[in-house]
């Protein structure tokens, strides 16, 4: 399957890596299918969470890991349901990260994530959802650098 990408042109993505969000994403409900996508020859740390329905919807993603961060968080059964999900080793969580600040100097531009929306993927089953949490009701630990 060839997906439009702004940032990447069109991309060879096959089938079988194609996410199922049944739901889409809050505000982009339209978008259904998504694809991880990276630049060729590196080995990504920020994913490129592409829409195959829209190629103006694109996100980065990362895994909070590489932010320090170790992060949990439950699923109620209906999510667990939405994501056809048997075993808790076969979920990604993934969060949506942007650009702080309106120069591209990689010195002075940070990035923002946020943790109040996590992305959940299941991985052998290729479904997704946005899980959309209200209130702080996770346990968020925070490493220091270095």
């Known amino acids: 399957m060839k997906i439009?990408?702004?940032?990447?042109?069109?991309?060879?993505?096959?089938?079988?890596?194609?996410?199922?969000?049944p739901a889409g994403l809050?505000?982009?409900?339209?978008?259904?299918?998504?694809?991880?996508?990276?630049?060729?020859?590196?080995?990504?740390?920020?994913f490129l969470l592409q829409s195959a329905d829209d190629p103006s919807v694109a996100f980065s993603v990362t895994g909070p890991e590489n932010l320090g961060v170790n992060y949990e968080f439950e699923l109620d059964d209906e999510e667990?349901?939405?994501?056809?999900?048997?075993?808790?080793a076969d979920a990604l969580v993934a969060i949506i990260v942007h650009k702080d600040g309106t120069d591209n100097s990689p010195e002075t531009a940070g990035l923002r994530a946020n943790f109040m929306a996590p992305l959940v993927i299941n991985v052998a089953a290729r479904r997704g959802l946005q899980k959309v949490i209200n209130k702080l009701g996770c346990d968020i630990t925070l490493r220091a650098a270095g």
């Open 80 to 88: 667990a349901a939405i994501l056809q999900l048997s075993t808790p």
């Open 4 to 21: 439009e990408s702004p940032m990447f042109g069109i991309v060879e993505v096959s089938e079988d890596k194609v996410i199922d969000f």
């Open 26 to 46: 809050p505000g982009f409900e339209q978008c259904k299918r998504f694809a991880l996508v990276h630049e060729e020859g590196k080995a990504p740390t920020v």
